[in-house]
């Protein structure tokens, strides 16, 4: 696990690591860059890429938006550690198979 505070940290490191990286999971809401956002231009580079979008905002998310950046789901918050792991796993085996 890599853990970025920033969008802009999490897509520089990104950037240098892409192959390392087999799941993404950002928030909605952060300073600079969204991470609807961060999600599009890391699929620029790794299209392939499973994205997990966590947000406690719902109104306003375009499916059509969501489904442009390449994100598989969204997980509301609060999230519960249990839940979280589940879908992780759900989402690692899908790509698996």
């Given at each position: 696990v890599?853990?970025?505070?920033?969008?802009?940290?999490?897509?520089?490191?990104?950037?240098?690591h892409a192959?390392?990286?087999?799941?993404?999971?950002?928030?909605?809401?952060?300073?600079?860059m969204t991470g609807i956002d961060l999600a599009g231009k890391v699929r620029e580079i790794r299209p392939d890429l499973?994205?997990?979008?966590?947000?406690?905002?719902?109104?306003g998310l375009s499916v059509d938006e969501i489904e442009a950046a390449g994100i598989r789901e969204i997980v509301?918050?609060?999230?519960v550690r249990k839940d979280l792991a589940a879908i992780v796993?759900?989402?690692?085996?899908a790509i698996e198979n």
């Open positions: 890599i853990a970025r505070t920033s969008s802009r940290e999490a897509l520089a490191y990104f950037t240098e192959d390392d990286i087999d799941l993404l999971i950002t928030d909605y809401t952060m300073p600079a499973p994205i997990l979008l966590c947000t406690g905002y719902n109104a509301y918050k609060p999230v796993r759900r989402t690692l085996d």
